[in-house]
């Protein structure tokens, strides 16, 4: 197979987009800008959906220890982006399955305050806004500037708050949030918990659980964009202390190796590690799919350190060719004081037209997306730089017709 390095991934044609057929990455007139969002899956991912089938033929119910081994090799894979290689992890379809769960084992009685940034994703700005309307008591910090956000947190954080809740990356910027080792450290000196997003930091950016200095956090994501893993593969990384809480959303799977023990009818048991915030009953294809896609990505080489450099490399480009257009600014423009290492995996312009050009750049080719007057281009790594200055050019065409 293929074994591709950050040259490789420069030239043109780019080697990759062979395994890509089924999402056609390389058609004229097609031009993928969602690689923040839903990225392309190589072809493989289709084998793993058809051995899910097969072993549920084959096995029935016994095609559990099949996915089960799937479930452990997308935890040894999430484990790794991390930088973490023991991790208890937890998996989930979705963060906010997730984030309940880790909500769910908070003493908000005693500690009534969560303190979150008015920067974070849907997941996070409508459950907590609904637990507000509820009686929890709320604190929004203005997520920009990105720079000193994670002091700003801290700040925030008293002796009634049970859980701070930030992003590595924010999903409507790019902007990486640094900080986050100092604001950990004031979390634990309060005696709240840390739960840190990195969903649009695995794969773009060089992030780790000990480079941030997290190690007592807990952490959430999943691997429907950049990993290109498909739906339905979140995880939450669980801190050396969660054995002490109690989650009271869990499904049966969390004292799944007990069920035949005797039950005390007043009192809920729980599983060791991971388990002890496990779910119930799932659909595993989405875990036979992510372990072949990471196996493909060992596989052609697309390692952290490969993927970190390449997309640092494709925004700015993306940065470059923008400015070159020399747009009116009080039409469309970026933030020009970032630097590279402080923005993720994609390319933000804010403009008071996003939606309007998103849908003029997909009459051109070009799939995009918007998030308020944010419009936002995402490459990837089967995408050449033709391809991307091809995407710029229909930007300055769309402008110029709107």
Known sequence: MLSIDLAGLCAAPNPLADHYRAFAVDRPGRLLLTGHSHQAWPDV???????????????????????????????????????????????????????????????????????????????LRRQLTRLAEAG?????????????????????????????????????????????????????????????????????????????????????????????????????????????????????????????AEHDPDRVAYGHGAVRFAGSTYDPTSHYRAARVLRFFAAVGLTPEVLHANYRRQVDLLAERFDALGLPPTAIDRDRGLTADQRGGFLALRTPRAGELQHALAQRGVLSDSRGDALRFGPAPYLTDAQLDAAIAALGDAVAAL
């Open 45 to 123: 991912a289709r084998e793993g959906m058809l051995e899910a089938f097969d072993d549920a033929a084959a096995g029935v119910d016994e095609k559990w220890a099949r996915a089960f081994a799937k479930a452990d090799a997308v935890r040894a894979g999430f484990a790794a982006w991390l930088g973490d290689p023991g991790a208890q992890i937890a998996l989930g379809a979705s963060t906010h399955d997730l984030v309940l769960r880790f909500l769910s084992a908070l003493p908000l009685r005693r500690r009534p305050r969560v303190v979150t940034s008015d920067g974070e994703f849907h997941t």
């Open 136 to 260: 929890l008591d709320v604190v929004r910090v203005p997520a920009s500037p990105a720079g000193t956000l994670a002091e700003r947190l801290a700040a925030a954080v008293d002796e009634r708050t049970s859980a701070v809740l930030v992003s590595a990356v924010l999903f409507e910027s790019s902007h990486v949030v640094p900080g986050l080792g100092e604001l950990a450290a004031a979390c634990e000196r309060a005696g709240a918990e840390l739960l840190v997003d990195v969903y649009h930091a695995l794969g773009p950016v060089d992030w780790t659980i000990p480079a941030a200095g997290v190690e007592r956090a807990w952490v959430v994501g999943g691997g429907y964009k950049y990993l290109q893993l498909g739906e339905g593969n979140c995880f939450l990384r669980l801190p050396a202390h969660a054995h002490e809480l109690r989650p009271v959303v869990t499904g049966w799977y969390a004292e799944f190796a007990s069920l035949d």
